[in-house]
């Protein structure tokens, strides 16, 4: 835990970029999310346009341009890109690979990155559009922002005759506080980064 990830960025930017795929995946397939993601959002800007990666390019679609359009296109590549690494094919467990699929744990992900997002800029917010923007029907979508808002106690409700998700606006740091609640990635990310670093450094000193 008291590894900082920062320390690698510069790093992995200048020796070994494709491993920001990797990070970038740690980054969202664990809940909790430290201060260091904002630092690493600063890399993937920096470097949206001299490495292009699907799973990258998703986190820059939602946090660096909010093209939630583009998310939504990069939330179906990110999939393929999952099924066929072999080392994303698996899912990450305490700083190793275990043979338990990381794609439907990166998609829920994925999309709860999507709707945080998207509700910090509205306030009234069609349940159809939502649903399009996470790759889910309207009955799936329904359910998921249901289940999203009673688990997190995220303060909005649903309008079912209008069919829109409605964010209430008397607590208007209520988004702040439910990523606040998130923060602090754990130990296995840390154990990954450690573990994908030495890789590269053991390649290039071969």
């Not at 939602?62 to 999939?79: I, P, T």
């Not at 094919?89 to 700083?95: A, D, Q, W």
């Not at 744990?105 to 923007?133: P, S, W």
Request: glycine fraction near 4%.
């Amino acid at each position: 835990m008291g590894i900082s990830i920062v320390r690698y960025l510069n790093a992995i930017q200048t020796n070994a970029p494709h491993l920001l795929r990797y990070l970038a995946t740690a980054f969202i397939v664990n809940k909790r999310r430290r201060p260091q993601f904002k630092d690493f959002i600063k890399v993937i800007q920096q470097e949206q346009y001299s490495y292009k990666d699907p799973i990258t390019e998703f986190l820059a679609c939602v946090y660096v341009n909010y093209d939630f359009d583009g998310a939504q296109k990069k939330m179906r590549e990110c999939e393929e890109v999952i099924l066929n690494d072999p080392f994303l094919g698996k899912r990450l467990e305490e700083g190793n690979f275990s043979t338990v699929p990381l794609r439907d744990e990166f998609l829920e992900n994925a999309r709860l990155f999507i709707f945080e997002t998207y509700c910090r800029i509205h306030q009234r917010i069609d349940m159809g559009v939502l649903a399009e923007k996470l790759n889910l029907n309207y009955e799936e979508a329904e359910r998921w922002i249901v289940n999203l808002i009673r688990n997190s106690k995220l303060d909005a409700k649903i309008d079912t005759k209008t069919g829109t998700v409605i964010m209430e606006p008397s607590h208007p740091n209520v988004y702040e506080q439910l990523i606040d609640h998130t923060k602090a990635l754990s130990g296995r990310t840390y154990k990954l980064v450690s573990q994908l670093m030495e890789h590269a450094q053991t390649q290039a000193a071969r």
